[in-house]
């Protein structure tokens, strides 16, 4: 019936052109469903959060409009600006590194050409991604445990001093990042590892026969053509970290002294520990924008590196 | 004399080879690392694991004390009977809604049928930060806290089930659909017994992903649960850790007993849940 093949002007595309009435009644019965769960349980309360930042009181108390002061309080508590610092750093210190060590990894694998042994070998990379956050923390809460944890014996092993890991203000979060790096570096090896396996052989065979060395291969042919992946898995790992949570609030609940304190506790605390829903709904509000920043951002370079 | 070089050369080029090929199976066997010693550790009795220097292995293998201790203390088997049914009811339901979905914007013309389809495209954006509040209120003000309808809330629909199950059942060719009209099948007809059997590994991946996702979810049911009869596996495990004094045996027992079933899940189709995980990511 070439439904979609048809060449559509905008008032088609708005209006649809369909050929009877009862294929649209039930075209729409099909889709309605979800279109009615998504606005009513999705669109909606995304509204509401809005409208909830205007707001103060709710949940028995009476509400009341305060226009723009939800939004003052949040953003002079220096608190808040403390929890916006500790999550960029755990970004800065869990994304490049996962990245950088999946993309080692890849090469590594794509070099092994016994098949079986490549699959055994990048399942076992990814298998921390399978299992939830919670029991990861667990894990990893006990391997840092100062006295009689896994890390520090093997610290031993190299003769260097225990350490306190998740209870030091400055070891808690490149702990953290450390159990993130584990958990994603499966993730982004499949990943490029993919990439890698479709770039013909014959353009790094090509590159070699004119005299380029190895890290010259990498660098001027393998790399350039990974580009969009890199740029994808880095916004991906991006996006996850700025949430971190589960981790967190399992293994140090944002101590020592707040140092481990993120964003994403900075909302709980405010929402369901205090019920303060106004300052909690600017947090969210402010959670969504930088990560709509970021989509953004990957968008347009995605766009760019197309051309 | 370049004929003599060429065999130092060969097995210098294989011991860099080996060398590398030995550094990602390192590099494996450390990633492996915590699940073995979670295992090990759920294995020893309390004063094993305060050993000054630490023994690797448990003294006996066979202890299952920690196993027993876990469902004594805390209604585990509750928790896993909960995550379950949520997990499992959440992904019928999601397959069958985001096939629906998928087949009816694959396949039909409808009014604005492109600006209903972007606004779920849309949802793949939101966190559930973002909506975690309202979505909250309501739950209290429809008294469905501590209830399954209320954990499952955000769950019953997949919108990247809605975007996958599309482009599969895009693929199905025009001509098995109006053969079957011709024929006299019901639209309801055609769509379980037409499309569905022709988007089986679709409907697979979707299943995969969000049984997982569900399985281990973990801010809602902490947000929406108070009561011990309705915490599921994650919150039971995090329940390990507000103790003042955290027994590293008990936890790890209670870790290994959430992750199994995932494990099975994984091992048994491991290159499915591969894919979904990545396929997922990608896209939302």
């Known amino acids: ?307 | 004399m370049e004929k003599q070089h060429a065999p130092y050369l060969r097995i210098k080029r294989k011991f860099i080879s080996w060398t590398l090929t030995a550094l990602v199976v390192f590099g494996a066997l450390l990633v492996l690392m915590p699940f073995l010693w979670m295992l090990l550790t759920s294995l020893k009795r309390p004063e094993e694991i305060l050993r000054v220097p630490l023994t690797f292995l448990p003294d006996r293998f066979f202890n299952l004390q920690n196993y027993f201790e876990i469902f004594k203390r805390q209604p585990f088997h509750l928790y896993l009977w909960n995550t379950f049914l949520v997990s499992g009811v959440s992904t019928v339901t999601s397959l069958v809604f985001s096939s629906m979905a998928g087949y009816g914007f694959a396949k039909f013309n409808f009014p604005a049928k492109e600006f209903w389809f972007f606004s779920i495209i849309c949802i793949l954006m939101v966190p559930f930060q973002a909506i975690v509040i309202p979505l909250y209120q309501w739950v209290v003000e429809f008294g469905l806290i501590n209830t399954y309808i209320g954990l499952m809330i955000p769950h019953f629909i997949s919108a990247f089930g809605v975007f996958l199950m599309r482009e599969a059942i895009a693929g199905v060719p025009n001509d098995y659909i109006d053969a079957a009209r011709i024929d006299g099948s019901s639209e309801i007809g055609i769509f379980f017994r037409i499309i569905l059997p022709m988007v089986k590994p679709s409907l697979a991946a979707l299943a995969i992903i969000k049984f997982l996702w569900t399985w281990n979810e973990f801010f809602w049911p902490l947000v929406i649960t108070n009561s011990e009869e309705m915490k599921v596996i994650t919150l039971g495990l995090a329940s390990f850790n507000t103790m003042y004094y955290i027994e590293h045996n008990l936890a790890t027992a209670g870790a290994v007993v959430s992750v199994v079933p995932i494990m099975i899940l994984y091992l048994a189709f491991q290159k499915w849940v591969v894919k979904a995980v990545v396929m997922s990511g990608v896209k939302g």
């Open chain 1, 1 to 307: 019936m070439g439904r979609s093949e048809r060449k559509r002007g905008w008032k088609q595309v708005l209006l649809g052109a369909t050929p009877t009435a009862s294929q649209r009644r039930i075209g729409f019965a099909f889709v309605l469903p979800t279109i009615v769960y998504f606005w009513g349980v999705y669109f909606y309360p995304l509204l509401s959060s809005i409208r909830l930042s205007f707001y103060e009181g709710g949940m028995g108390r009476p509400e009341r409009f305060i226009g723009l002061k939800s939004y003052e309080m949040v953003f002079t508590d220096p608190f808040f600006w403390q929890t916006v610092r500790n999550t960029l750093y755990f970004v800065i210190l869990s994304v490049p590194m996962t990245v950088a060590l999946a993309l080692g990894v890849a090469l590594l694998l794509n070099r092994i050409i016994n098949n079986r042994v490549r699959d055994i070998l990048s399942a076992t990379y990814f298998m921390p991604l399978v299992i939830s956050l919670v029991a990861a923390a667990l894990i990893w809460g006990w391997i840092y445990q100062p006295i009689y944890g896994l890390a520090n014996y093997i610290l031993g092993f190299f003769g260097i001093r225990p350490q306190k890991w998740l209870s030091s203000i400055s070891q808690v979060m490149p702990s953290l990042a450390l159990i993130n790096i584990w958990l994603r570096i499966g993730f982004d090896t499949v990943i490029f590892l993919a990439a890698l396996q479709s770039i013909p052989e014959r353009l790094q065979e090509a590159a070699r026969i004119d005299g380029a060395r190895d890290s010259q291969v990498f660098r001027y042919v393998t790399l350039p053509l990974l580009n969009n992946q890199v740029i994808m898995v880095l916004m991906i790992e991006l996006i996850f970290a700025f949430k971190v949570f589960d981790q967190v609030f399992v293994t140090t609940e944002g101590g020592p002294a707040n140092a481990s304190r993120v964003i994403m506790m900075y909302l709980y605390d405010f929402a369901f520990k205090w019920f303060k829903f106004g300052e909690a709904s600017v947090v969210a509000i402010f959670i969504f924008t930088s990560l709509l920043a970021i989509s953004v951002i990957q968008w347009v370079f995605l766009r760019r590196a197309a051309y």
